[in-house]
């Protein structure tokens, strides 16, 4: 979506390995999210942040952290990459959370093997 | 706790038909509510959001939704389906305080048949 980008697209990782997911914010919104889409399950909230260095954790935020260190980027990190965490990850962005609404990014597919 | 749910998994409709894909939420007070849309491989697009007021919400690509107090229910309507509609739909709800965290109902698959 215009205004919010996640990088990489697609990444397949081995085992073990630390990964890092980044979302880009051109909108200056203070409110940022992480969610991840499994099948059956909807979209869960992993991490979230309401301001820099401001973060806090979702429902699914074990072997998940997070850094925001500007208003425009809210990093990701697996820090030992597990196969359940093979999953579609999105970014969401709100500019006053609640009634303001959400943009979503296009996601990132991470694949652990 | 919180929650969406969105009792059926998968719904198949001709083309033409009406469609209702139900959301029912369990929230303390009166929460946000919103649809969404997403087509395979795609993002998230937003359809229609209830905050207050008017219980009938109109939304794009012809949609509508209902909140209904008595019965926790938030059911996403459209009176004619196209075959562009099938997708995947995703009834979502966030509290008043609650720095804007969404919960997901688990989704609905519409598929339509010509």
């Known amino acids: 979506d215009a205004g919010i980008t996640q990088s990489p697209r697609h990444k397949v990782t081995e085992t073990g390995t630390p990964v890092t997911l980044r979302c880009h914010q051109t909108e200056n919104h203070r409110y940022m999210y992480w969610y991840r889409q499994d099948p059956g399950h909807g979209l869960r909230l992993i991490h979230y942040?309401?301001?820099?260095?401001?973060?806090d954790k979702g429902e699914v935020s074990d072997g998940y952290s997070v850094s925001r260190s500007k208003t425009e980027d809210f990093l990701l990190t697996l820090e030992s990459a597990t196969s359940s965490q093979t999953s579609v990850y999105f970014c969401?962005?709100?500019?006053?959370?609640?009634?303001?609404?959400?943009?979503f990014g296009s996601g990132t597919r991470l694949t652990v093997v | 706790a919180q929650s969406v749910t969105q009792p059926d998994i998968h719904i198949t409709v001709s083309e033409g038909a009406s469609l209702e894909l139900r959301c029912n939420y369990s929230?303390?007070?009166?929460?946000?509510l919103f649809w969404y849309v997403q087509s395979p491989g795609q993002g998230l697009q937003l359809l229609l959001k209830?905050?207050?007021?008017?219980?009938l919400v109109q939304g794009i690509k012809g949609f509508e939704a209902e909140f209904k107090r008595s019965q926790s229910s938030f059911n996403l309507r459209k009176p004619s389906v196209h075959w562009s509609d099938a997708a995947e739909y995703f009834c979502a709800g966030v509290r008043g305080t609650s720095y804007g965290k969404l919960t997901f109902g688990q989704g609905t698959i519409l598929t339509v048949h010509p």
């Open positions: 969401a962005i709100s500019e006053s959370g609640q009634n303001s609404g959400y943009t």
């Open positions: 942040s309401y301001g820099v260095k401001d973060t």
């Open positions: 209830y905050f207050s007021g008017d219980t």
């Open positions: 929230y303390g007070a009166t929460p946000y």
